[in-house]
């Protein structure tokens, strides 16, 4: 059976720790400027590059380093710089869509990634890329007959990449979606002068807008505000329909995301995938699946163009549905490895005993817990509040500087609170 990767994003390296654990086969991440993410996460420095190819080598992961913006003449040196700087630290491969980073990157035999940004819809296109690349991501807009015509025709025509391997087909499962082609926008551009495809999005689709008309200046009516914000793509319930047809790297989107997003997406989808190799893909499995991706960041979910449907799938309130929340209460202090315990000083709220934490760090990830247990000055206590440092048992190993959070679900008083703060 070929083997099937999970693709997930690193905007942190709590995150990256993050995907790790959530069992993916692969993280890609930006650094720089020259990503498709350079505004909207956190990113990586030019000299984290190294650090986070050891991390993946450590675990056994492959690092992909985005290089997918478009490439201005000004900007050729600094491109062939992180080509280079990519080859010395091992990157497992480049992330690209302009023609200079393809060319230079071949030349110094770098692995090469065809970016969204290239829009491959047909074999032709294939055909093209793989001159370049071993793997390339199809554009959004195909449905699944369209995807596995593509993967059949790889088979039937033996179109091979650098490696002579077989081209492997990869597409998005989870995460946000444009009114775009293949997330090549100019909305931002033309208003903000501000590009989408250099990494620099202001997402004014996101926004509510009132339609007047210019004339009488009559406000009409709209049944949805969000009416340029797509809802976030979700694949679940077709996964293994993606798989049949011919699917090997499922990518899931969120550079800009939390730690703990990364986890429980990449875990959900790692938890599917076993279930499609073992035949045990069901409509029970993937109710508990969607429960468990409902939890963290969503605009909500549809499938996508998958199934053949057209936009119209849209946002019904600004920021996330999520149906928990994390909010924050305080930072690890110490941690005592022998004991594993850690020290937590409460900065906010309270923590009783039965409350779900969630505590990230760099090295840590994203790592969550029913609190079992709290002792205040060594003695066992219900509650811990504002001000006091408490003892918690963990089962893994965190780190000094950890941030601790409270998880909530609906109806519970501070999850309102931090939706309004959202």
């Known amino acids: 059976m070929q083997t099937i990767e999970i693709m997930s994003p690193a905007g942190s390296f709590d995150s990256l720790m993050a995907a790790i654990q959530g069992g993916a086969g692969s993280v890609y991440f930006g650094a720089g400027q020259l990503n498709m993410r350079a505004r909207s996460s956190s990113n990586f420095s030019k000299d984290d590059i190294r650090q986070i190819t050891q991390i993946c080598c450590e675990h056994n992961v492959k690092s992909y380093l985005t290089l997918n913006t478009i490439i201005y003449d000004e900007e050729l040196p600094l491109m062939r710089e992180m080509v280079e700087l990519a080859k010395e630290s091992g990157i497992s491969a480049i992330i690209a869509s302009d023609l200079s980073v393809l060319e230079h990157a071949r030349k110094l035999g770098v692995e090469i990634h065809i970016s969204t940004q290239c829009n491959i819809t047909n074999i032709e296109a294939v055909r093209f890329y793989a001159r370049y690349a071993d793997v390339m991501v199809l554009a959004r807009e195909l449905n699944i007959d369209q995807v596995g015509a593509i993967t059949r025709a790889i088979r039937e025509q033996n179109i091979t990449g650098p490696s002579g391997q077989l081209v492997q087909i990869e597409v998005f499962v989870h995460g946000a979606l444009c009114m775009a082609v293949s997330g090549k926008c100019y909305i931002s551009l033309d208003n903000f002068n501000s590009s989408a495809n250099r990494g620099a999005c202001m997402q004014p ?94 605009r909500g979910f549809w499938g996508g163009y998958y199934l053949g449907e057209k936009t119209g799938e849209w946002t019904e309130r600004y920021g996330s549905q999520a149906i928990q929340k994390k909010v924050y209460v305080g930072k690890v202090v110490n941690f005592f490895s022998k004991l594993n315990v850690a020290e937590i000083k409460i900065e906010t709220h309270s923590l009783s005993i039965g409350d779900n934490i969630l505590i990230i760090g760099p090295t840590t990830g994203a790592y969550e817990a029913e609190v079992s247990e709290i002792r ?40 309102q609170a931090q939706s309004e703060k959202s």
């Not at 409509?283 to 409902?294: A, D, K």
């Open 205 to 298: 689709c996101r926004r509510a807008y009132q339609v007047k008309d210019a004339n009488n200046q009559i406000e009409l009516e709209i049944d949805n505000k969000y009416i340029m914000s797509p809802k976030d793509l979700m694949t679940l319930p077709i996964l293994d329909r993606l798989l049949d047809a011919g699917v090997t790297v499922l990518k899931i989107e969120g550079r800009g995301r939390s730690a703990e997003y990364v986890k429980t997406v990449t875990q959900t989808y790692h938890k599917a995938v076993e279930a499609w190799k073992n035949k045990q893909y069901s409509l029970e499995n993937v109710e508990n699946w969607t429960n468990e991706v409902n939890k963290v960041y969503n």
């Open 376 to 415: 205040v000055d060594l003695k066992p206590v219900e509650k811990t509040v504002k001000g006091e440092f408490c003892s918690l048992p963990v089962s893994n190993t965190i780190r000094r500087g950890d941030k601790v959070y409270l998880l909530v679900d609906r109806g519970h008083p501070l999850f």
